[in-house]
């Protein structure tokens, strides 16, 4: 145990954190949208993320024409590029979600099927396009071009502030914000909010189920693709396997928070984003996930449904 | 009537299972079409990459030798295991392979944990096997006669890259990072009981670790003047780049895991200058041509593609000296010897190669440039 | 249409005529059936034969322990639904057991295994006494980070061989004239069908007496469980426990089979992999499960010749199957009996109460 | 004659800033009918789930045969001696009806798990017993026919039937039944009453919520009525029917009151 | 605007709980249905608006059959409810409820502040609580909100499900003035109700449900006097 580390790089190490928990937050809004408005857990997520990332390289070197030894860009071009790659692979991971809906469970659903069955065809789809995606590749990692130069901004209190995380976190909150205002000031973004406290009732008021479903879907998969864009800026590569690793970090920040709350999924992906770089400096980076994982049982315990609770509390009895 | 018709067909069910008893393959009968050589590795899944390298050297060994020698009895298509790298995997695998009559040889398996499950059924089928890129010390017990390991175990790579680095930093004050594999873990041993005291401090990134921010304090903090990490490419190249993203110039050096054209293509300009050691070497730097070659045919050569190549080759020379079943090959590699583009392969009582030495290679303009073996 | 599909329901006809026999029938049916699984590994034919594998061998895994574990998952999941995503960990528990005492110690394979199911069980206990209280789908995390933290710290001490795992586990002494050897895969598939026979027996026993009343309670409604007097916290903990228990059964047999382990044999997509049997085949239903299992461990090997879009073509079935068969292929559904002494069969002890 | 069953002192039970029930004093006597009515809404199911421990009352004690069983355990509470039926019948609707009532019975055995799995004497003749009390209970409902059925595809009246039948099977000291006659015919509810009272004449003691005021002037010994969270009248039926409070909050208004 | 449900069946599982049910609801009207719990009231209603599917028989609305029609189309048609339970949705404010109450109207905007002001002005609680969530009110508030948010879209028919549950005395006579209001704006209302006292004084026609089926319908106020009535669900008759 090295607390002395995390003593003299704090700054720096919580820096780093914001920047990774950041990614995990906006991941970790597609699992609770989900489990807001459906009470499942998309099983699937994971992949919609994954899918993005790829999508952002293809933008990257097939619509913008970035070639991997390409030195990087600068000015106009550099930022045409940053949006045109995060544009599309937020499309495409927004797609790709709503396929996933259609594919996974909306027949099931509609017939009423248990959670356990629509679980398990959301691993189904998990697991065929992972697989899909290691054809595709070759099982081999891909590289990300470096579009911007990264810089260090400034250094305080011993943290270098370098840019592309600097941009990472100012956008995710930008995106966290836009979110927040879909979901609390737009006609749909209230009918996902009503179908999640009482479908019934929403369906009275004329709410389209379907509908509200299929956009809940789109905008977990508008937060994944923004996740999988930032990600890939500043890590500059991916492989089939990139969903496995942060969509169990991110679901377990969804749950951290209390999945089915937006909130909760923001603090939860913050929250797990230092936790893991603070712990793996204290108890080296191989014990991060057990020192989460009980962190959470911990919480679990003390507060069954989450830090922030669920959206709706179900009356029992 | 109702109750005769269901018993009607449970009897039928009965007498048809009981007659399929008969049409059970017999036991081992002679070959009696083309010869087989067979490459066993992951070829799906998570860790298929390191697998298809490998079945591609077998492939373009196969393919080389059937050109020159057109009227061999051999079959121009590999037999391929997939094990998955994982031994659950190799597990029910092995026996069908030992059963194949017309498989005689079989390059691999890649991975020693699968290996040790797989070696007692070829040692009792008798199947030679060369493995090229199994580096765990303790396989030969598992194989026995039928062992052949066309590298250098941990026990050599290890000291082997230590020395490196302290050859080429003054005074190394080393920190040692590994990714929790069997592989890595086992690397890092040797490193480090070669390092002794030099040894500054120690992280483990299990595989998956995409961020390393914690390790870079850690290193930072530690006043290390140089990494060794044991892994493989696609990680190490995730964190050199952080590494060098972090403003942190220090020297970087890894393993046999990390030889791979692909870990440049992945850390870009991070990999200037990182240092590596294998018993194995790429096959751009150890025959440019044939690499050429190998590209123009459709397979990219990468990590132990060499070897597999050199494994397959030795095998096919069995075959062409005109050894047609298992016991006969197996006596032909044990004893004679192969010329191959890594080394020559010569092996020992153990199944070890003798004679080879563990390379020193360095990074440079994007190509990996080799320094030569690494004196002890 | 409705009658012919009915007169296809191949299940209802099975158990109608069934429950219309005679007892020494039954037992002569029971005998045929459980004389036909053992005699499996000579069946070895074109059509069921798995190409790429070893058939003998892929009897013992993966078919024969995914059905193991899959019918002590439906002891957790389907009898007193709790989704447990990290049933793995006990399974690793059962083989570190194992591996751990048979090179460590003198003892042998038939010692170990009170001591592997009983760490198993062990555990069970430990995690489920505090975790139970959690509502699905936060037990479904918790569960599923057990599982991860079981492996992770396997790898990470090095006193239990770390990432290397543990090699050279010493086989069962031979029994009888049954030798135990890495070669001949058979002993080990009778060992582990006779270890399946018992539990699904020990499992209808229970399932026809007061724990499985008190599991179908719970399942259906745990709060009007706990005002039928039921102790809805100790029969979930048991349910955990004799899951685990089943488990650890697996992972003592399987460790002794295949020689030596490493934990990264013991990830999360077994666990997945086995609910996924659970479900597939008809949660709650241990035939239907058995099935599940069965189809789930062999497709993916009977398809080998698929080589690289194997997993792919497994995935999408997987979608396929729960879209057409949402129940599973064999749903628990519960006949009804209209003969109001039908329970006179339930006190031989062959009755279908569940 | 007068020994008191359960008593309820001063029971407050608040939701968030709701008061369900506001000091709510009721006596239930052994061996007698208590008839608990009130408006929907008034606060009766809460008392159930009070004494049944679903809810921890925000203040107030309820002694159940002398003791406080406030803060107990609600499997704890059945053992003791409490059972209850549903408002919305809450069957196991995949479990036969015979199991049904069989896991009621279960509560007072000492066999579980390991006498299961070992098929032990006691648990051989503890299934025995409970098989035979189910049965029985069935037949005293008049529902034996039904017992290889699954609750669910029961008819409506049969599955009120075997949700009382479940309750008894626990062998309570006090029943609590939730609106039994919902949802029945004139002809079904004087059937109910009788079974009711026959019920009361085997030995147990009878809490009942119900709006049928036919039936409840018909079979019960006393009636509380609760408005709003608050106990406004309790006594014999005919005292309550002519209590002005009464006649205002539940009866209705007289029908000039607009 | 005429509702009419001609030989309605409807089944919960296995269950018949609504038999073959004819009703007529006229324009202007308000009709009341009136039964003991467990009666099918409440089933009544879920069907009307869609919310449970039908067995057989037609859901007339204006002379469409809307029996097929999904749930949140009918209530563009202008079949607007005030659920059981009153289904607030408490995690959102007064004021977003009520504009749940307008989701699908096309010129909600325009509307909204008119709509707004007709409703604060029926319940001029709802307009002091605007900003605070619906999960804070209290019953008589919550059951305003539901009845104020079923108004907001304008509706031909208002259907609604035991507005005086849990409810005090004083509270359930404000809510039925309310709803003889609401009635003479031109609303056609469709009443189930548990407190048959205050139904059959509001309403035009009423009918009586028993298991599943219409046992009588009448005027209400015949039905007010009718001695069987008042014994089985005005608890006046046993004496």
Same mark, same amino acid.
Request: net charge positive; glycine share 10%; charged share 15%.
């Given at each position: 145990m090295d607390f002395a580390l995390l003593r003299d790089a704090f700054w720096g190490l919580t820096f780093d954190g914001i920047a990774l928990g950041a990614i995990y937050a906006l991941i970790s809004l597609g699992y609770t949208l989900v489990y807001g408005v459906l009470r499942l857990i998309n099983f699937a997520h994971s992949e919609v993320f994954m899918i993005g990332t790829f999508a952002a390289l293809v933008a990257a070197s097939g619509i913008m024409g970035v070639k991997v030894e390409d030195d990087p860009r600068t000015g106009g071009s550099m930022i045409l590029t940053l949006l045109v790659c995060l544009l599309v692979a937020m499309l495409a991971s927004a797609i790709t979600a709503v396929l996933v809906e259609i594919v996974a469970y909306r027949r099931l659903r509609q017939r009423g099927a248990t959670k356990l069955a629509t679980l398990i065809s959301a691993i189904g789809v998990s697991i065929s396009l992972v697989e899909l995606f290691r054809i595709i590749t070759d099982s081999l990692p891909r590289e990300f071009p470096r579009i911007m130069e990264k810089t260090f901004l400034f250094s305080y209190a011993g943290a270098d502030i370098r840019n592309d995380k600097v941009i990472v976190i100012i956008a995710a909150g930008l995106m966290m914000f836009a979110l927040e205002r879909f979901i609390t000031k737009t006609r749909l973004g209230k009918g996902i909010r009503a179908v999640s406290m009482d479908e019934n009732t929403s369906t009275l008021m004329g709410v389209n189920i379907n509908r509200v479903i299929t956009v809940t879907f789109f905008a977990g998969g508008i937060m994944a693709g923004a996740a999988a864009f930032f990600y890939i800026l500043v890590y500059e590569n991916t492989s089939f396997k990139v969903g496995f690793f942060l969509g169990i970090s991110a679901f377990t920040a969804a749950v951290l928070g209390g999945i089915g709350n937006l909130k909760g999924a923001l603090f939860g992906g913050f929250a797990l984003g230092l936790m893991e770089t603070w712990t793996s400096a204290v108890f080296g980076t191989a014990w991060k996930a057990v020192i989460s994982f009980i962190i959470l049982v911990l919480v679990l315990l003390i507060k069954p449904t989450g830090l922030f609770g669920e959206s709706i509390q179900q009356a029992r009895v | 009537m109702k109750k005769n018709r269901v018993l009607a067909v449970v009897a039928a069910v009965a007498i048809a299972t009981s007659s399929f008893v008969a049409f059970a393959p017999s036991a081992s009968a002679a070959c009696s079409s083309k010869l087989k050589i067979a490459y066993q590795g992951p070829l799906t899944g998570p860790e298929a990459a390191l697998g298809i390298n490998e079945l591609n050297g077998v492939k373009f060994a196969l393919k080389r030798f059937l050109a020159a020698n057109k009227s061999a009895n051999v079959d121009p298509v590999v037999y391929e295991v997939d094990d998955q790298g994982d031994p659950a995997v190799a597990g029910p695998i092995a026996p069908k392979v030992a059963a194949e009559e017309c498989v005689v040889a079989l390059v691999g398996p890649a991975y020693s944990g699968a290996s040790k499950v797989s070696l007692p059924v070829y040692l009792s089928a008798g199947l030679p096997i060369i493995t090229p890129s199994a580096t765990n010390p303790t396989l030969p017990d598992f194989g026995k006669s039928i062992f052949h390991r066309a590298v250098l175990t941990d026990d050599y790579q290890g000291p082997a890259l230590a020395r490196l680095v302290t050859s080429r930093v003054k005074n190394a004050k080393v920190f040692l990072v590994n990714d929790a594999s069997d592989y890595a873990v086992g690397l890092q041993k040797t490193v480090d009981i070669t390092l002794a005291g030099r040894v500054v401090g120690k992280d483990v990134t299990p595989t998956g670790t995409t961020d390393f921010t914690a390790t870079i304090a850690k290193i930072k903090k530690s006043g290390a003047t140089a990494v060794i990490y044991s892994g493989y490419f696609s990680q190490a190249a995730v964190f050199v780049k952080q590494l060098r993203d972090s403003g942190s110039k220090i020297v970087f050096a890894s393993g046999d895991g990390t030889l791979d054209n692909q870990f440049i293509k992945l850390a870009r300009k991070a990999a200037e200058g990182v240092l590596l050691s294998a018993p194995a070497i790429p096959m751009e730097t150890a025959s440019p041509k044939l690499a050429a070659e190998m590209v123009k045919a459709g397979w990219t050569p990468g990590v132990y593609t060499t070897e597999s190549y050199d494994a397959a080759n030795f095998f096919l020379e069995a075959i062409k000296a005109g050894n047609t079943d298992r016991a006969s090959i197996n006596k032909y590699v044990s004893t004679k010897s192969s010329k191959g583009l890594s080394k020559v392969l010569k092996f020992d009582a153990q199944g070890e190669v003798s004679g080879a030495d563990v390379n020193g290679f360095v990074i440079k303009n994007g190509k990996i440039v080799l320094l030569g073996a690494i004196k002890a | 249409m409705a009658n012919l599909k009915s007169s296809l329901n191949l299940r209802d006809k099975g158990a109608e005529y069934w429950e219309r026999s005679p007892k020494w029938r039954r037992v002569a049916l029971s005998i045929f059936f459980i004389a036909i699984c053992y005699a499996l590994p000579f069946l070895n034919n074109p059509l069921i034969n798995t190409p790429g594998s070893d058939f003998q061998s892929v009897l013992f895994y993966p078919v024969g322990m995914y059905v193991l574990m899959a019918i002590g998952l439906n002891i957790v999941v389907g009898k007193s639904g709790l989704l447990d995503l990290g049933y793995v960990a006990f399974f690793a528990i059962g083989? @570190?057991?194992?591996?751990?005492?048979?090179?460590?110690?003198?003892?042998?394979?038939?010692?170990?295994?009170?001591?592997?199911?009983?760490?198993?069980?062990?555990?069970?206990?430990?995690?489920?006494?505090?975790?139970?209280?959690?509502?699905?789908?936060?037990?479904?995390?918790?569960?599923?980070?057990?599982?991860?933290?079981?492996?992770?710290?396997?790898?990470?001490?090095?006193?239990?061989?770390?990432?290397?795992? $543990?090699?050279? $586990?010493?086989?069962?002494?031979?029994?009888?004239?049954?030798?135990?050897?890495?070669?001949? *895969?058979?002993? @080990? @598939?009778?060992?582990?069908?006779?270890?399946?026979?018992?539990? $699904?027996?020990? #499992? %209808?026993?229970?399932?026809? %007496?007061?724990?499985?009343?008190?599991?179908?309670?719970?399942?259906?409604?745990?709060? #009007?469980?706990?005002?039928?007097?039921?102790?809805? %916290?100790?029969?979930?903990?048991?349910?955990?426990?004799?899951?685990?228990?089943?488990?650890?059964?697996?992972?003592?047999? @399987?460790?002794?089979?295949?020689?030596?382990?490493?934990?990264?044999?013991?990830?999360?997509?077994?666990?997945?992999?086995?609910?996924?049997?659970?479900?597939?085949?008809?949660?709650?239903?241990?035939?239907? #499960?058995?099935?599940?299992?069965?189809?789930?461990?062999?497709?993916?090997? %009977?398809?080998?010749?698929?080589?690289? *879009?194997?997993?792919? #073509?497994?995935?999408?079935?997987?979608?396929?199957?729960?879209?057409?068969?949402?129940?599973?292929?064999?749903?628990?559904?519960?006949?009804?009996?209209?003969?109001?002494?039908?329970?006179?069969?339930?006190?031989?002890g062959e009755g279908e109460i569940k | 004659m007068s020994e008191n069953v359960l008593e309820l002192k001063n029971i407050t039970m608040k939701f968030g800033g709701v008061t369900a029930l506001n000091e709510v004093n009721l006596v239930v006597k052994k061996g007698e009918i208590l008839a608990l009515i009130g408006p929907n809404g008034a606060g009766k199911t809460t008392v159930f789930n009070v004494i049944t421990g679903v809810y921890k009352p925000t203040s107030g004690d309820v002694v159940f045969q002398g003791e406080s069983i406030v803060g107990i355990k609600r499997f704890k509470i059945t053992k003791l001696g409490i059972a209850r039926t549903f408002q919305n019948i809450r069957l196991f609707g995949e479990s036969t009806a015979l199991e049904n009532v069989v896991t009621g019975a279960d509560v007072h055995s000492k066999s579980g798990v390991v006498g299961a799995i070992f098929g032990t004497p006691r648990s051989r003749r503890e299934e025995k017993a409970n098989l035979a009390r189910a049965l029985e209970l069935l037949d005293f409902m008049g529902i034996k026919k039904r017992a290889g059925q699954l609750g669910k595809n029961l008819p409506y009246g049969d599955q009120r039937r075997l949700e009382i039948a479940r309750a008894l099977a626990t062998n309570p000291k006090l029943l609590l039944l939730d609106e039994p006659a919902a949802g029945f015919n004139p002809a079904e509810k004087v059937a109910l009453a009788e079974t009711i009272k026959k019920i009361r004449d085997a030995g147990y003691t009878v809490l009942l919520i119900e709006h049928d005021m036919s039936l409840i002037m018909g079979v019960s010994d006393r009636v509380a009525v609760l408005d709003f969270g608050t106990k406004i009248a309790d006594g014999t039926t005919t005292e309550v029917q002519n209590d002005p409070r009464v006649i205002e909050a539940y009866l209705g208004a007289p029908a000039d009151a607009s | 605007m005429r509702l009419e449900i001609k030989d309605l069946r409807v089944h919960y599982g296995k269950i018949e709980a609504i038999k073959g049910v004819s009703v007529v609801v006229n324009e202007g009207e308000i009709v009341t249905l009136i039964g003991a719990n467990g009666a099918g009231k409440t089933t009544m209603l879920k069907t009307i608006s869609g919310l449970r599917p039908v067995t057989s028989g037609q859901i007339l609305f204006n002379g469409e059959d809307i029996s097929k029609m999904p749930a949140f189309k009918r209530a563009d048609l202008g079949l607007s409810q005030a659920p059981e339970g009153r289904g607030i949705f408490v995690g959102m404010t007064v004021l977003e409820n009520l504009e749940m109450g307008k989701y699908n109207r096309k010129d909600r905007k325009k509307e909204m502040a008119e709509d707004l002001e007709k409703v604060y002005h029926l319940f001029p609680r709802l307009k002091e609580r605007a900003f605070q969530a619906g999960g804070t009110l209290s019953g008589g508030e919550q059951q305003m909100l539901a009845i104020g948010r079923a108004l907001m879209s304008r509706p031909k028919v208002l259907l609604l499900d035991e507005p005086s549950m849990g409810l005090a005395p004083l509270m359930i006579q404000n809510i039925f003035n309310i709803i003889t209001e609401i009635n003479k704006t031109g609303v056609t209302i469709l009443l189930v109700e548990q407190n048959a006292q205050q139904a059959l004084q509001r309403a035009h026609r009423a009918y009586v449900l028993e298991v599943g089926n219409v046992v009588k319908e009448a005027k209400a106020s015949d039905l007010l006097n009718d001695p069987a009535v008042r014994a089985a669900y005005l608890g006046t008759g046993a004496h």
């Open positions: - | - | 083989a @570190y057991t194992m591996a751990i005492l048979g090179t460590k110690t003198a003892l042998n394979f038939w010692e170990i295994l009170p001591i592997g199911v009983g760490l198993a069980m062990l555990s069970g206990v430990l995690l489920g006494t505090p975790t139970l209280r959690l509502r699905g789908d936060y037990l479904a995390i918790v569960t599923l980070g057990f599982g991860e933290i079981v492996r992770i710290f396997a790898v990470n001490t090095d006193s239990i061989g770390g990432s290397r795992g $543990i090699a050279g $586990i010493p086989t069962p002494p031979d029994f009888f004239n049954a030798k135990f050897t890495i070669l001949d *895969p058979k002993p @080990y @598939y009778w060992l582990l069908l006779t270890f399946t026979l018992l539990i $699904i027996w020990m #499992v %209808r026993r229970m399932a026809a %007496r007061r724990p499985g009343r008190a599991w179908d309670a719970i399942r259906q409604d745990d709060d #009007v469980a706990q005002l039928m007097g039921i102790n809805t %916290r100790k029969y979930k903990v048991w349910a955990f426990v004799l899951g685990a228990a089943v488990a650890g059964v697996g992972g003592v047999v @399987y460790a002794s089979q295949i020689l030596s382990i490493v934990p990264d044999q013991f990830n999360l997509n077994i666990s997945i992999l086995i609910l996924a049997c659970v479900v597939f085949g008809g949660i709650g239903n241990v035939w239907g #499960v058995i099935l599940g299992a069965v189809l789930l461990a062999f497709t993916p090997e %009977r398809i080998r010749f698929l080589s690289q *879009p194997r997993i792919l #073509v497994f995935g999408i079935a997987l979608v396929v199957m729960m879209n057409l068969r949402p129940d599973g292929i064999l749903p628990k559904k519960k006949r009804e009996h209209f003969d109001p002494d039908w329970h006179t069969v339930e006190e031989s | - | -």
